[in-house]
């Protein structure tokens, strides 16, 4: 006669995917939400898809606009869970596409960054526009690695009912390593705006740059009057940032105005990265029964929420139409 643990046992081993004996997420996701960021999510991607062609923009198909597919997958596997919580492949596909889909973002912030700085002045920036690139992008690769492996091995680990803390941990790590470089990013980026404010470049970056003829004075253009255009070879001439030379003063102050109309839409965009990269944080610290990870709320308006204002302000400013070639 067989026991009540070997009965158990008996069903244990017929069970092929532990993520669906019971809702993975521990609740259902509800409609309203999976099926508004799906549409929005989608709407936005086709703008940034009209805007990278429209201003030949093609760094935004590698930078920006996969983060927002990846968003819309996402959103869709939520909406798919919605009707079939029990399956595990929705789940599996939300989990692992709204874990690396922020990374783009802050790829395309990093990017962005390196525009205004050319158009601004680089004698204003502690490293070089190129630097913000390789370095800044190559921990957000760091980063989308880690996320995808931690998520990969968290979906097979859960479905074959094993222990998902050591995958959750690397998803972890990678969250903290976005953060961590979206902080420091976020520094030089507040160092940058206060000098090109206050008018105080770096000295050995003046002078670096005045070596090679790209930067001859410590001033922006809009030191000089619209009204009154610089004579050519004068003092007030040199004083202008290369990328705006031979310019009226007038067209001079309009690229310098949306350059820092530019800049203050990537500083809100990085601020909602933010948002969500401290909430992903504790989510994870909490563990996959934590308080965060089952209460859907949180993550509609602190994951979701903050990274659609994040997309969205990226297509208002955008260096397409704000940076002029």
């Not at 009209?50 to 606009?65: D, E, H, K, P, T």
């Not at 996402?74 to 874990?99: D, E, T």
Request: charged share 15%; with cysteine; proline share 5%.
């Amino acid at each position: 006669m067989a026991t009540p643990s070997s009965t158990a046992s008996a069903a244990a081993a017929t069970i092929t995917n532990y993520l669906e004996v019971r809702s993975p997420y521990d609740y259902t996701p509800s409609l309203a939400p999976g099926l508004a960021f799906s549409i929005v999510f989608g709407v936005i991607t086709l703008v940034h898809c009209g805007i990278a062609v429209r201003y030949r923009n093609w760094v935004a198909f590698v930078a920006l606009i996969p983060g927002g597919i990846l968003e819309i997958i996402g959103w869709a596997g939520r909406l798919w869970s919605h009707y079939k919580v029990l399956n595990s492949n929705p789940f599996i596909m939300q989990m692992c596409c709204l874990i690396l889909g922020p990374a783009f973002f802050s790829a395309w912030a990093y990017t962005v960054l390196g525009y205004c700085i050319m158009t601004l002045g680089p004698a204003y920036s502690l490293l070089r526009p190129k630097a913000y690139i390789a370095i800044f992008v190559t921990a957000d690769a760091v980063c989308l690695v880690l996320q995808a492996i931690g998520g990969g091995l968290a979906a097979v680990r859960a479905k074959s009912g094993n222990n998902v803390q050591m995958p959750t941990r690397i998803m972890l790590s990678g969250v903290l390593v976005q953060l961590g470089t979206m902080t420091i990013f976020s520094i030089l980026a507040v160092d940058f705006i206060a000098r090109v404010i206050s008018r105080r470049p770096y000295a050995r970056r003046v002078r670096s740059l005045d070596r090679q003829g790209l930067w001859s004075g410590v001033e922006t253009a809009e030191d000089v009057a619209p009204s009154t255009p610089p004579l050519a070879g004068s003092d007030a001439e040199k004083h202008i940032p290369a990328s705006v030379h031979g310019l009226t003063a007038a067209d001079r102050a309009r690229r310098l105005r949306k350059a820092k109309l530019l800049l203050i839409g990537t500083a809100f965009a990085s601020a909602m990265i933010y948002v969500r990269g401290v909430y992903r944080s504790i989510e994870l610290a909490q563990g996959w029964s934590g308080y965060l990870m089952t209460h859907e709320v949180f993550f509609t308006w602190l994951d979701g929420f903050p990274m659609l204002l994040c997309y969205a302000s990226f297509a208002v400013a955008h260096p397409g139409w704000l940076i002029e070639k």
